[in-house]
């Protein structure tokens, strides 16, 4: 069974090998580079967060453009 750690660790997206990684090293003691991790980890997540937004925010300019056009062209009939 899952410990609380890596339980949080695979909910928040980490891979199986990631939290088991992780975990095993805040149990040994190796704190320091258990956080090391943690904060890469954490990069990541961030990173795939900012990909995610500019492609929201491509979408939001399409339909911004399309809304536009479309009041124009009912305001020329």
Known sequence: MATA???NLIDA???EASAEDVERLYQSG????????LRLLRCDLMEA????????DCLDFLIRQTEKEIKS?????
Do not use: D, I, Y
């Not at 190796?30 to 991790?37: C, G």
């Not at 967060?49 to 929201?56: E, G, Y």
């Not at 062209?73 to 009939?77: A, D, M, N, P, V």
């Open 5 to 7: 750690m890596k339980q």
């Open 13 to 15: 997206g980490c891979t």
């Open 49 to 56: 967060l900012h990909r995610s937004q500019r492609k929201v």
């Open 73 to 77: 062209t009912c305001e020329r009939r």
């Open 30 to 37: 190796q704190t320091t580079e258990a956080m090391r991790k």
